[in-house]
């Protein structure tokens, strides 16, 4: 049995938001008990992880990172066609990756105690983002 629901998100830009609970809807929506749902972002400018959601601070740092890893505006890019954020962007988003997959059980996402699914825009300005959830049971 196989389902797939996609549904937008609206970002503030660069940082992150928590998709939790519309994957878990969609996981519902599929009525499979037993099986896997793979989250994937239909853009290269911007990532899907999961990671700690009790303290804000861990996906703070994590931007911290991101920052040293592909800084805005460097000399050395090519390609700026869309700003000083744009290489920086799709090289944030490649490190991270662009889908997650979550078991799930008893018809619920298995997540651990402090884990959530998180869009992670890496632009700085605001985007409309679509997310694909297929359920496989």
Do not use: K
């Not at 920052?67 to 000083?84: N, S």
């Amino acid at each position: 049995m196989s389902y797939q629901q996609t549904f937008e998100i609206r970002t503030r830009g660069r940082g992150t938001t928590e998709i939790t609970a519309e994957v878990a809807r969609s996981v519902r929506a599929a009525g499979v008990a037993t099986g896997i749902a793979q989250v994937f972002v239909q853009h290269t400018s911007c990532a899907v992880m999961i990671t700690e959601n009790a303290d804000p601070a861990v996906r703070r740092d994590l931007e911290t990172l991101a920052r040293r890893w592909a800084p805005d505006a460097d000399p050395a890019y090519r390609h700026d066609t869309e700003g000083d954020d744009d290489m920086a962007a799709h090289a944030r988003s490649l490190l991270v990756g662009g889908s997650v997959s979550v078991p799930i059980g008893g018809g619920e996402l298995l997540l651990g105690t402090w884990q959530g699914i998180y869009l992670w825009e890496q632009r700085t300005g605001a985007q409309l983002r679509r997310v694909v959830v297929t359920v496989l049971g």
